[in-house]
């Protein structure tokens, strides 16, 4: 009995051992994050994949112009309108100041500035029930044209809610 048992234990330990020398193994880590919005008051990404990459403005060489960058947010505030405005004036640059190419920022049809003052982007009305806003990033051809180059640059929004009554 002894010896079956030894037997027994022995074959299970051997094809234990013998299956993991055989094994394939590959391992993935992948970071996982989350943001819930109060629902209250929010500006998000209708599409939240792009807002931590680079976006390009492609080159049409036939016509020798760029294009433009537009994508969805959604918005909501119950208790006023949504204002916005820019932190600084948006630019692409190559490093040479003569070669900057001006961005024109608007959203949900209102364009944007750095003036301290906000501009309503979204009404009390549709604020409330919430929606859909279009951000558009558009660039101002330069009076000389444009110049080759590797340009990058950064768009800085900031939304506010509109104190009420105002």
């Known amino acids: 009995m002894i010896k079956q048992c030894a037997a027994v234990a022995l074959t ?6 013998g ?3 055989w094994a394939a193994r590959e391992e993935h880590t992948f970071d996982v994050s989350v943001t819930i919005p109060t629902l209250a008051f929010y500006v998000i990404p209708a599409e939240p994949d792009w807002i931590h990459r ?12 760029l294009s433009s960058v537009r994508k969805n947010f959604d918005v ?13 004036a948006p630019y692409l640059s190559n490093g040479r100041p003569d070669d900057d190419i001006a ?3 608007s959203f949900n049809g209102v364009e944007l500035s ?7 982007v979204v009404s009390v009305a549709d604020a409330a029930t919430g929606m859909r806003a279009m951000l558009e990033i558009a660039p101002i051809k330069p009076a000389g044209g444009y110049r080759p ?9 900031l939304f506010s809610a509109r104190a009420p009554g105002a």
């Open 103 to 105: 961005l024109r920022v």
């Open 12 to 17: 299970a330990i051997t094809v234990l051992t």
């Open 76 to 88: 909501r505030h119950d208790t006023s309108a949504i204002e916005a405005r820019l932190e600084a």
């Open 114 to 120: 750095p003036d301290i003052n906000p501009r309503q």
């Open 149 to 157: 180059g590797d340009y990058s640059g950064n768009v800085l929004l």
């Open 54 to 65: 680079p976006q390009r403005l492609n080159w049409n060489l036939s016509n020798s112009t």
């Open 19 to 21: 299956s993991l020398s």
